[in-house]
């Protein structure tokens, strides 16, 4: 009995102090965002917006970007009336040079980026036989270079203070290719592999990178996403999806863990149990997801209909959508600055 105490000690020394080396891991990681400067790309409606209002809640100052001016006229009010410091800067950020002089703005009003998220997305919803070179292209200036961009123009400031967080939101569809949007998910999985990467790279400089790979969420993005093919059937079952309650996530409740997550330097978080459970089935049974998602795919519209051009989801509606059972999306879409 001695013998096999004596055995045991080791073992629990060793546990104890892996156990108090990764405590005080975390509690280094821990990020206060009171008045820490947070830009947030594509913060103008949506997600981006969402997390905007998180952070102004955690007392952060907000930047957020948009190609779209109205939109975010729209949104620099709806945050303006939550926080007194925000800022929103018009700019492309496929375009370098604008996210060079984003960042050359934000720097001459508060002398810094604490903390970059990068959210700006699209979404193209299609069968293979519609989708062109040119959807790749757009997908991967937006997803990958975009990120790439902003991070590149933030990360001298960054490592000079030896501190920062990035958070690059991805996708499930970074993890596992989903039919009908193939684009998305190419770049999305680029977008992972970055995110991984420069969380390995950085945290030496006191630099954490969370890759966020959200499922679906509600956040009434559908009515911006653009539709090939048979673009109204394409609407409907990506709409109802996007807002059934047990499959999709309340967009708010998403943010907020996003927030915690970046405050607590975490490597990646995947959102909603679907996309937790999605990803460990993959990860455990890639030849059989494959097989399922094929099995998935022959359920979907056949090309047709508008064939390789498009149609927003605003210019797709049928009987099916909107109806009843997009009612949680029609709500977000008000809520998130989708109009």
């Known amino acids: ?23 005080a891991l975390r509690s280094r990681r821990r990020y206060n965002l009171e008045d820490k400067v947070v830009l947030i790309t594509g913060g ?19 930047v957020i970007c948009g190609r779209d001016r109205d939109t975010l006229e729209r949104a620099q009010r709806d945050l303006a009336a939550r926080r007194d410091h925000t800022l929103a800067i018009p700019c492309d950020v496929t375009d370098q ?15 810094r980026i ?15 036989e519609v989708m062109t070179q040119a959807d790749y292209d757009e997908a991967m200036n937006l997803h990958f270079w975009a990120p790439l961009y902003t991070i590149l123009a933030a990360l001298p400031g960054m490592r000079e203070r030896r501190e920062g967080r990035i958070v690059n939101i991805a996708s499930v569809g970074g ?27 950085l945290a030496r400089d006191g630099i954490y990178v969370t890759t966020v790979c959200p499922g679906l969420m509600r956040t009434g993005s559908p009515q911006n996403a653009q539709f090939k093919g048979q673009h109204r059937n394409e609407y409907a079952w ?19 863990q996003i927030v915690t997550a970046c405050k607590q330097g975490r490597a990646e978080v995947i959102l909603s149990l679907p996309a937790q459970l999605a990803v460990t089935f993959h990860a455990l049974f890639p030849g059989l997801t494959a097989s399922i998602l094929a099995a998935v795919n022959q359920l979907l519209p056949a090309p047709g209909g508008i064939g390789s051009a498009r ?24 809520n998130f600055n989708q109009g």
């Not at 001695?2 to 892996?18: C, D, F, S, T, Y």
């Not at 103008?44 to 952060?60: N, Q, V, Y």
């Not at 949007?181 to 969380?199: D, M, T």
């Not at 149609?311 to 008000?334: F, H, I, M, N, Y």
């Open 1 to 23: 009995m001695n013998q096999q105490r004596n055995e045991l000690l080791p073992l629990l020394a060793v546990g104890a102090g892996i156990w108090t080396a990764w405590t």
């Open 44 to 62: 103008t409606r949506g997600l981006g917006l969402a997390l905007a209002r998180e952070f102004a809640h955690e007392g952060a100052r907000i």
């Open 97 to 111: 040079q604008q996210v060079s002089h984003l960042v050359r703005t934000v720097h001459q009003r508060w002398r």
């Open 114 to 128: 604490d903390v970059v998220v990068n959210n700006a997305g699209t979404i193209t919803v299609g069968p293979m």
């Open 175 to 201: 993890k596992i290719s989903v039919p009908h949007l193939l684009p998305y998910s190419a770049s999305k999985f680029a977008l992972v592999g970055l995110s991984e990467g420069l969380h390995a790279e």
């Open 238 to 256: 990506f709409s109802i999806s996007d807002s059934l309650p047990f499959l999709s996530m309340d967009a708010r409740r998403a943010a907020r």
């Open 311 to 334: 149609a927003t989801g605003k210019e797709s509606a049928s009987r099916l959508s909107p109806s009843v059972l997009t009612t949680l999306s029609e709500r977000a879409a008000q």
